[in-house]
T-cell receptor, first 117, second 115 residues
Framework: EAGVTQFPSHSVIEKGQTVTLRCDPI?????LYWYRRVMGKEIKFLLH????????ESGMPNNRFLAERTGGTYSTLKVQPAELEDSGVYFC???????????????FGAGTRLSVL | AQSVTQPDIHITVSEGASLELRCNYS??????LFWYVQSPGQGLQLLLK??????LVQGIKGFEAEFKRSQSSFNLRKPSVHWSDAAEYFC?????????????FGGGTRVLVKP
């Protein structure tokens, strides 16, 4: 079974440009999460999809970030325009759907390292 | 709001020696707790988890962790470290009551293994 796949693995762009990150979750996983780790900081939650619906986007830093999950399969995270402080590693994770109040296991991809120059 | 603290940013341990990584959390109810490991060039891999039940949980690669409610801790241990254990380790807590179980991570502990 394929794991969570993210690409590109590394992206270098200039300030003001646009970048789109892609995540392919494990097949059959309704939950899809985006996280980010800025240099020297902890990994932080960005948002959560259940199928194609945004369940929680409380961690999105600002309106330069747009996440989509059309059809409830893969997801994209677009940053437009990119700023220097957007540099970091963007992780995607997926999990099975579980009833509220029940734990689930999130499986992570290898991440996309974004460098904004 | 939930939070996780990993007090040790770096730990150096000799191969064959024991390892303990500390994790303290803050959460208003019974938490879901996780340890993940990230080896160089790899993604986050789940080592073990605690949802309920036995407070001593076993994971992969010979790791174990103990949930201590009174101390709000979930420390990770391994009796004998191998060179391949050199990696960064993350403790995380899941929001049990909220739908979605978004994770809150600690800052990570980087482990260096000396030959």
């Amino acid at each position: 079974e394929a794991g969570v796949t993210q690409f590109p693995s590394h992206s270098v762009i200039e300030k003001g440009q646009t970048v789109t990150l892609r995540c392919d979750p494990i097949s059959g996983h309704d939950n899809l999460y985006w996280y980010r780790r800025v240099m020297g900081k902890e990994i932080k939650f960005l948002l959560h999809f259940v199928k194609e619906s945004k369940q929680d986007e409380s961690g999105m830093p600002n309106n330069r970030f747009l996440a989509e999950r059309t059809g409830g399969t893969y997801s994209t995270l677009k940053v437009q325009p990119a700023e220097l402080e957007d540099s970091g590693v963007y992780f995607c994770a997926s999990s099975h759907r579980t009833p509220q109040g029940r734990g689930n296991i999130q499986y992570f991809g290898a991440g996309t390292r974004l460098s904004v120059l | 709001a939930q939070s996780v603290t990993q007090p040790d940013i770096h730990i150096t341990v000799s191969e064959g020696a024991s390892l303990e990584l500390r994790c303290n959390y803050s959460y208003g109810a019974t938490p879901y707790l996780f340890w993940y490991v990230q080896s160089p060039g790899q993604g986050l891999q789940l080592l073990l988890k605690y949802f309920s039940g036995d407070t001593l949980v076993q994971g992969i690669k010979g790791f174990e962790a103990e949930f201590k409610r009174s101390q709000s801790s979930f420390n990770l241990r391994k009796p004998s470290v191998h060179w391949s254990d050199a990696a960064e380790y993350f403790c995380a807590v899941g929001a049990a009551k909220a739908a979605g179980n978004k994770l809150t991570f600690g800052g990570g502990t980087r482990v260096l293994v000396k030959p």
